[in-house]
């Protein structure tokens, strides 16, 4: 036995079951063991199980989804709470149509708002996504899951949110959108043929997060007079605002690596420029094409200009 001062710190870790509710009392939890001072601990090679729910992971916080890092050196006592969602849940939040459904997304772990399974009840709506469900984070935005809607004003859309899905808001009648700084990605047609209004003095501000913005995403946004890009951007795909209100200077920041076919052709834009150091590493044809307010060109960032660009 080693003399007192030599004796390794030891801490109990402890995997409980999170605080949500219903949780079956059969679980193989709780369980503890112990770790010396500066080791990690590994993580339990068989996930519980729970009937009718799926296993997201082991969490920091029982209240919240928050991944433990198991790479972490233990330095104190520690919980690790397993933490499940149910495979299907309808939501009960006013901000949300009634009878939307919440679903657990395979790739993401978090929740997925999917389309609702009522009719419209006519109440407008000023639609806030919530950030989590279950304390598990809301991860996207359905296929369609806002589609041909009539009664929306408004869509605020949390920073957990990373993807919105293929044509999750076309022909409705969202008029304004807030996207926080999280989202990655706008998938297709997302909001093509909506109200969403923005001018010079309040355009559509696009988050530092976002890096692609999806075939025909803005398509046919009339009142979409003015958009402010977000540093990270790197691809815009084929038609995503074309036929769509855009007008006045419009600059392509040095971040875009993708512009494809007819991305910005039909508009109104006046002054296109390029940031300098932009590398274009693929490019579709007919990029500004049918802009006939197009009066003002700056090509200092581009080694080559794409063909039929402007035609």
Known sequence: MLPPQQQAETYIITFLKSNQENYPDDTILPMALSIE?????????????????????WSSDSNIYTAFDFSSPITANTSIYAFFAASA???????????????????????????SEEEPSGTEHDIVIPSEINGVPVTRIGNQTFSGRQD??????????????????????????????????????????TDIAATTENPLILPDSLTTI??????????????????????????????SGLE????????????EDSAFSICN?????????IVLEETGSFIFSNCDSLTDVSLKGLSSVPQSAFA
Request: aromatic share 8%; with cysteine.
């Open 89 to 115: 849940a309808v939501t009960d939040d006013k901000s949300l149509p009634e009878g939307t459904i919440a679903s657990i997304d395979e790739e993401t772990g978090g929740y997925e708002i999917l389309p």
């Open 248 to 259: 006045g200077d419009l600059g392509i920041l040095a971040s875009v690596k993708v512009i």
């Open 152 to 193: 929306i004003k408004s869509v605020t859309i949390p920073s957990t949110v990373k993807e919105i899905g293929f044509q999750s808001f076309n022909n409705s009648s969202v008029s304004e959108v807030i996207l926080s700084e999280g989202v990655e990605s706008i998938g297709a047609a997302a909001f093509s043929n």
């Open 269 to 277: 834009i006046s002054k296109v420029s390029f940031q300098d150091g």
């Open 37 to 57: 001072k500066g080791s990690t601990v590994e993580e339990p090679a068989a996930p519980p199980v729970r009937e009718d729910w799926k296993f997201i992971g």
């Open 214 to 243: 999806g075939t025909k995403a803005f398509n046919s946004c009339k009142e979409l007079k003015s958009i402010e890009f977000g540093a990270n951007l790197q691809e815009i795909e084929s038609e995503a605002f074309s036929m």
